[in-house]
């Protein structure tokens, strides 16, 4: 099995630098301190799957040169993971109908949002093609001929998914998982979970939360996304984590 992660996006919903902001980090000349919205492309054998298409979507794609795209999943609804949604059009243009997957949730929340690419009546003939399916959170589900785990974590009240593709698990925009999600971790190599500034947050991990949650899990690696400006520079906090943990930045790629 060959299993590779792109990082398209690795920042918080504003991304770094935020519009207008003097603060030092988003100042930054260090190409790691400048983050776009949270979004990973997953090469899994020949499949090419993409979590989450935030509105920097587009940008991601020409400059990670992803030649396609197989499946679309769906974190949450919330703008940073879902603006982009309309950029897809080049990749179902390719195959017909783009397959996407999220929550029924989720879903409904888009057709609304985007009801001019699912409405059945008077579709903008230039409006992407997709074939949805709702996920069930209680049971993996199988994209083409890969089982792909639905993880549960909660954000400020909200149900939102990871997922784990066979050693390698996604979790963003978490505050909480219970211990009957996180068995769902076990023996897992490569962890990815959000890590949003060094203060608490009533809806994101922060920084000791997330150092935390890694070590009670326990993978092998762990890397931390969904940054802000408020977490700090890059290298700084690389060089105050321990050393199975380390920041995500945009266009860092990985192989399992």
């Known amino acids: 099995m060959a299993l ?38 997953v090469q899994w054998d020949d499949m090419d799957i993409v979590v989450d298409c935030g509105p920097d979507f587009r940008q991601q794609m020409l400059k990670s040169n992803c030649p396609k795209v197989d499946a679309l999943l769906f974190t949450h609804e919330h703008a940073d993971h879902t603006a982009g949604l309309d950029d897809i059009r080049p990749f179902a243009f390719k195959v017909g109908a783009l397959p996407v997957y999220g929550l029924v949730r989720v879903m409904e929340n888009l057709s609304r949002r985007f009801d001019y690419i699912f409405s059945d009546k008077n579709k903008y003939p230039g409006a992407p093609s997709l074939t949805t399916t709702a996920i069930d959170p209680s049971k993996p589900f199988v ?16 149900e939102v998914l990871g997922f784990r593709f066979g050693p390698f698990a996604y979790i963003t925009d978490m505050f909480s998982m219970t211990d009957t999600e996180a068995e769902k971790l076990d ?23 997330a150092i935390d949650f890694a070590q009670r899990i326990g993978a092998n690696q762990t890397y931390f996304t969904h940054i802000s400006h408020r977490l700090g520079f890059h290298d700084e906090v690389q060089a105050s984590l321990p050393p199975n943990i380390k920041l995500a930045y945009d266009n860092l790629t990985i192989s399992l």
């Open 143 to 158: 994209v083409a001929s890969k089982t792909i785990t639905p993880i549960v974590v909660t954000h400020y009240g909200l």
């Open 4 to 41: 590779k992660v792109y990082f398209l996006g690795t920042g918080t919903s504003q991304g770094i630098p935020i519009i207008g902001s003097t603060h030092p980090v988003c100042l930054s000349e260090n190409p790691k301190d400048k983050r776009l919205r949270s979004s990973i492309w």
């Open 187 to 209: 023996r897992v190599e490569v962890l990815v979970i959000n890590a949003l500034r060094i203060e608490p947050h009533p809806s994101h991990l922060h920084l000791d939360a």
